[in-house]
């Protein structure tokens, strides 16, 4: 019994000394390999068991690929723990339904597709929106997440519609969907808006208080969060994009839809077809909607 | 032949390998080869990465639109920060402990955090004693940046200058106040005209490093020639075509900025041709 304790308590505080100085990424992976390691032997075998009843082999385990970090979707706490909406996914996805266990790679999002098909990992779940461009690349599972482009504006503002930018300043994020938005927006006005590109969101947020930009095109999500926080901004409110769409629209205006999917390489459609059957009850079963009231208000 | 031998070990401790022939010519392949690799990547960037139609697309507007707010803002902050340098360089010279103590604060803090941290604070900080949407500057960047270069830039001319001054021998001053000139009289007679001769380099140099400096402004979103990399680059995945705009465009400013530098030093030293 001794003999056993010892070398398990001796791990237990390296894991901590380890997270609490800041070597985050060494204790997340060994934490997380350890805990899954556990149960995911049974269920693994329970899961190649109905595999092999349904005519299709899964692996024991997944490699997934991710841009960490990437709040809400992917990140470290400071104990060095993985969390993140698409962490969560993964497990009630990968873990939870068809009993194979989730290992995160970490990785850079401008080389990730290449790097999914050289094979270092057998899926990508980065926030990663669906695009023509990468259709030609890679397969995507069925959507997971919807994410909406929004305007954010002061409270007394006159802005109640997009048609009401015409000729104003906006505020986004370089090299974000918000940004293309805005371009998009600028295109239809005839190159009438002014679009101040900020290296980091927050900054955008400053603009738009500190009454630099009229509005701040951004993500529904990140938007929301600062709505929240900050009694000074709302949204626009209204029908955009996504009630054209026939979805189920959200009460902001939305710009933009964009869909975020799991990817795989385009050889790998038995696998995709599993974890999209996946998707699908999870989103049955109401876990999708407890993950996702964990991760976002709105 | 010890003295055979003597005088080789002379030659070996005076040049151990070269003669000054074997040495120029040393020299010469050095830079014939360093020019050959830079010649050689500079043709494989114009060959195989710029694209020349997209080249010429994003000149008009969007090159030519940065530039030139480019230009404005280093017209402005170069101006204001020659002035205020003068001033603070006055004060770091002052014989009245209160001005040269706050001079030498001044410049301690300009020089010693980061110009970014200074830009942040005016564009970020400021704002923020209004509430909000109440600031009333609506467009505040452009003037941001002009006030940030100017006091940053101010502070190392401030130096320049005083340096300068030092550089003058205290007799002048003394001959001059023994003419009877009084000290203000003295300074700007005497002292002054000679202390800008001597400055004059290190004011051109920090010049040149303001010009440099408005990459930083991308932060305040200040449409400059980086961003409108950044955003040519994040449209397109073309990095070198608007690269090579942002290399033609600064060194557009900065290479005849030395040459007008270089003209002041000859026009203000008393033995050049315009003495």
Redesign the interface.
Same mark, same amino acid.
């Given at each position: 019994m001794s003999m056993s304790d010892g070398p398990n308590i001796d791990r237990r505080a390296y894991l901590t000394a380890v997270g609490v100085g800041g070597v985050a990424a060494l204790a997340g992976c060994t934490g997380s390999g350890d805990e899954t390691s556990g149960s995911g032997s049974d269920t693994g075998e329970a899961g190649t068991e109905a595999a092999a009843e349904s005519g299709t082999t899964l692996p024991d385990s997944v490699d997934i690929g991710s841009d960490i970090p990437y709040r809400p979707f992917e990140f470290k706490t400071t104990d060095g723990e993985l969390k993140g909406f698409d962490v969560s996914i993964a497990q009630a996805v990968f873990e939870d339904q068809l009993g194979i266990t989730p290992a995160f790679t970490d990785t850079s999002f401008d080389t990730i597709i290449s790097s999914l098909n050289n094979g270092n990992f057998r899926v990508v779940m980065s926030a990663m929106t669906i695009n023509e461009t990468r259709d030609q690349q890679v397969d995507f599972s069925d959507p997971y997440f919807t994410a909406y482009q929004t305007m954010l504006v002061l409270k007394g503002s006159d802005i109640t519609g997009r048609a009401d930018l015409e000729g104003r300043t906006v505020g986004v994020q370089k090299g974000t969907t918000g940004a293309d938005a805005a371009e998009q927006l600028k295109s239809e006005f005839g190159g009438d808006l002014t679009i101040k590109r900020y290296d980091q969101i927050p900054a955008a947020f400053d603009a738009l208080i500190n009454n630099q930009v009229v509005a701040v095109i951004n993500d529904n999500t990140v938007n929301g969060e600062f709505a929240d926080q900050n009694d000074a901004v709302r949204f626009v409110e209204g029908e955009g994009a996504a009630a054209d769409a026939g979805k189920n629209a959200p009460p902001y205006l939305t710009l933009t839809i964009e869909e975020y999917g799991i990817a795989f390489r385009e050889d790998d459609d038995e696998f995709r077809q599993r974890v999209n059957e996946a998707l699908a009850a999870i989103r049955e079963d109401g876990t999708y909607d407890e993950i996702y009231g964990q991760y976002f208000s709105g | 032949m010890s003295d055979a031998r003597s005088r080789n070990a002379d030659e070996a401790a005076v040049s151990p390998t070269f003669d000054d022939r074997t040495l120029k010519y040393v020299g010469v392949a050095v830079s014939g080869a360093f020019t050959l690799v830079v010649g050689a990547f500079l043709g494989l960037i114009l060959w195989r990465q710029v694209d020349p139609s997209l080249f010429v697309e994003i000149f008009n507007p969007q090159f030519v639109d940065a530039f030139l707010v480019v230009v404005r803002i280093v017209v402005i902050s170069s101006v204001l920060s020659v002035v205020g340098g003068f001033a603070v360089g006055l004060g770091r010279i002052s014989e009245t402990t209160m001005t040269r103590g706050i001079a030498k604060g001044y410049i301690e803090f300009f020089r010693g955090t980061p110009l970014l941290f200074q830009l942040i604070v005016i564009y %970020?900080g400021i !704002? =923020?004693f209004? =509430? =909000?949407?109440? +600031? !009333?500057? $609506?467009? +505040? %960047?452009v003037p941001a940046a002009i006030i940030g270069l100017t006091l940053n830039h101010a502070a190392y001319i401030g130096e320049a200058i005083r340096g300068g001054v030092e550089a003058v021998p205290d007799g002048q001053m003394e001959a001059a106040r023994s003419l009877g000139m009084s000290y203000a009289q003295s300074m700007q007679e005497v002292v002054l005209p000679q202390a800008w001769r001597n400055a004059l380099a290190a004011i051109g140099n920090d010049q040149v490093i303001l010009v440099k400096d408005t990459s930083l402004l991308?932060?305040l $979103?200040v449409p400059e020639i980086i961003?409108t990399v950044?955003?040519i680059n %994040? =449209?397109t995945f073309d990095i070198w075509t608007p690269i090579l705009w942002a290399a033609i465009l600064y060194l557009a400013i900065t290479i005849p900025l030395g040459k007008f530098v270089r003209y002041l030093e000859a026009r203000a030293d008393p033995a050049g041709e315009s003495a």
């Amino acid at each position: 019994m001794s003999m056993s304790d010892g070398p398990n308590i001796d791990r237990r505080a390296y894991l901590t000394a380890v997270g609490v100085g800041g070597v985050a990424a060494l204790a997340g992976c060994t934490g997380s390999g350890d805990e899954t390691s556990g149960s995911g032997s049974d269920t693994g075998e329970a899961g190649t068991e109905a595999a092999a009843e349904s005519g299709t082999t899964l692996p024991d385990s997944v490699d997934i690929g991710s841009d960490i970090p990437y709040r809400p979707f992917e990140f470290k706490t400071t104990d060095g723990e993985l969390k993140g909406f698409d962490v969560s996914i993964a497990q009630a996805v990968f873990e939870d339904q068809l009993g194979i266990t989730p290992a995160f790679t970490d990785t850079s999002f401008d080389t990730i597709i290449s790097s999914l098909n050289n094979g270092n990992f057998r899926v990508v779940m980065s926030a990663m929106t669906i695009n023509e461009t990468r259709d030609q690349q890679v397969d995507f599972s069925d959507p997971y997440f919807t994410a909406y482009q929004t305007m954010l504006v002061l409270k007394g503002s006159d802005i109640t519609g997009r048609a009401d930018l015409e000729g104003r300043t906006v505020g986004v994020q370089k090299g974000t969907t918000g940004a293309d938005a805005a371009e998009q927006l600028k295109s239809e006005f005839g190159g009438d808006l002014t679009i101040k590109r900020y290296d980091q969101i927050p900054a955008a947020f400053d603009a738009l208080i500190n009454n630099q930009v009229v509005a701040v095109i951004n993500d529904n999500t990140v938007n929301g969060e600062f709505a929240d926080q900050n009694d000074a901004v709302r949204f626009v409110e209204g029908e955009g994009a996504a009630a054209d769409a026939g979805k189920n629209a959200p009460p902001y205006l939305t710009l933009t839809i964009e869909e975020y999917g799991i990817a795989f390489r385009e050889d790998d459609d038995e696998f995709r077809q599993r974890v999209n059957e996946a998707l699908a009850a999870i989103r049955e079963d109401g876990t999708y909607d407890e993950i996702y009231g964990q991760y976002f208000s709105g | 032949m010890s003295d055979a031998r003597s005088r080789n070990a002379d030659e070996a401790a005076v040049s151990p390998t070269f003669d000054d022939r074997t040495l120029k010519y040393v020299g010469v392949a050095v830079s014939g080869a360093f020019t050959l690799v830079v010649g050689a990547f500079l043709g494989l960037i114009l060959w195989r990465q710029v694209d020349p139609s997209l080249f010429v697309e994003i000149f008009n507007p969007q090159f030519v639109d940065a530039f030139l707010v480019v230009v404005r803002i280093v017209v402005i902050s170069s101006v204001l920060s020659v002035v205020g340098g003068f001033a603070v360089g006055l004060g770091r010279i002052s014989e009245t402990t209160m001005t040269r103590g706050i001079a030498k604060g001044y410049i301690e803090f300009f020089r010693g955090t980061p110009l970014l941290f200074q830009l942040i604070v005016i564009y %970020s900080g400021i !704002p =923020a004693f209004w =509430a =909000a949407g109440e +600031f !009333p500057i $609506a467009n +505040f %960047s452009v003037p941001a940046a002009i006030i940030g270069l100017t006091l940053n830039h101010a502070a190392y001319i401030g130096e320049a200058i005083r340096g300068g001054v030092e550089a003058v021998p205290d007799g002048q001053m003394e001959a001059a106040r023994s003419l009877g000139m009084s000290y203000a009289q003295s300074m700007q007679e005497v002292v002054l005209p000679q202390a800008w001769r001597n400055a004059l380099a290190a004011i051109g140099n920090d010049q040149v490093i303001l010009v440099k400096d408005t990459s930083l402004l991308s932060v305040l $979103a200040v449409p400059e020639i980086i961003s409108t990399v950044q955003n040519i680059n %994040s =449209a397109t995945f073309d990095i070198w075509t608007p690269i090579l705009w942002a290399a033609i465009l600064y060194l557009a400013i900065t290479i005849p900025l030395g040459k007008f530098v270089r003209y002041l030093e000859a026009r203000a030293d008393p033995a050049g041709e315009s003495a």
